[in-house]
T-cell receptor, first 114, second 117 residues
Framework: DGGITQSPKYLFRKEGQNVTLSCEQN?????MYWYRQDPGQGLRLIYY???????QKGDIAEGYSVSREKKESFPLTVTSAQKNPTAFYLC?????????????FGQGTRLTVV | KNQVEQSPQSLIILEGKNCTLQ??????????LRWYKQDTGRGPVSLTI?????NTKSNGRYTATLDADTKQSSLHITASQLSDSASYIC????????????????FGKGTHLIIQP
């Protein structure tokens, strides 16, 4: 099946720890994106990548880092510098930049700080 | 600043009834307007995508309309089913001349729809 897969579905982080969220796609999409979703708010862009080995900061990149070593993979690390990391994280991919193409979302990872 | 406002914030209707969700936007000009359905704890799934020149688009029991003059869109759900319970998100994609988020999309906060048996 073609699609975009996020793992894990649930993740718990202790204060001061870094955690990495996985996002893999087999749609042969060039562009990949990470969003954060908080209750009662619209999705906010964290990072995006339009090509391998290149990525750009989104609107709320502070406290996060990414890498794009392979076309299929775009992992997101939530660092200890992110003061309020508890949220629902969504990964998406598209054929080209999102303005003119359809976006496909993963099923999300719910991160909770304990 | 580009904005997308959705109403109502939440809605409860009985199974089998119709409903209409509203989306007002300030993004102008724009490339396309999308409606997504998001089940609780899941990722959004695309329902419709309309360019600025389209007035209506259907996907089964879902019909989206667009009035570019008034900058309004609506999503009409016919003969609602329990599985329609979800959040519905309106997303506007600007052109390169009208800004938007770094990815070119402006998301609404969604309407939370509950279908009661």
């Amino acid at each position: 099946d073609g699609g975009i897969t996020q793992s894990p579905k649930y993740l718990f982080r202790k204060e001061g720890q870094n955690v990495t969220l996985s996002c893999e796609q087999n749609l042969n999409h060039d562009a990949m994106y990470w969003y954060r979703q908080d209750p009662g708010q619209g999705l906010r862009l964290i990072y995006y990548s339009q090509i391998v080995n290149d990525f750009q900061k989104g609107d709320i990149a502070e406290g996060y880092s990414v890498s794009r070593e392979k076309k299929e993979s775009f992992p997101l690390t939530v660092t200890s510098a992110q003061k309020n990391p508890t949220a629902f994280y969504l990964c998406a991919s598209s054929r080209a930049e999102l303005m003119n193409t359809e976006a496909f979302f993963g099923q999300g990872t719910r991160l909770t700080v304990v | 600043k580009n904005q997308v406002e959705q109403s109502p914030q939440s809605l409860i209707i009985l199974e089998g009834k119709n409903c209409t969700l509203q989306c007002n936007y300030t993004v102008s000009p724009f490339s396309n307007l999308r409606w997504y359905k998001q089940d609780t704890g899941r990722g959004p799934v695309s329902l419709t995508i309309m360019t600025f020149s389209e007035n209506t688009k259907s996907n089964g029991r879902y019909t989206a309309t667009l009035d570019a003059d008034t900058k309004q869109s609506s999503l009409h759900i016919t003969a609602s089913q329990l599985s329609d319970s979800a959040s519905y998100i309106c997303v506007v994609s600007p052109t390169p001349y009208s800004g938007g988020g770094a990815d070119g999309l402006t998301f609404g906060k969604g309407t939370h729809l509950i279908i009661q048996p």
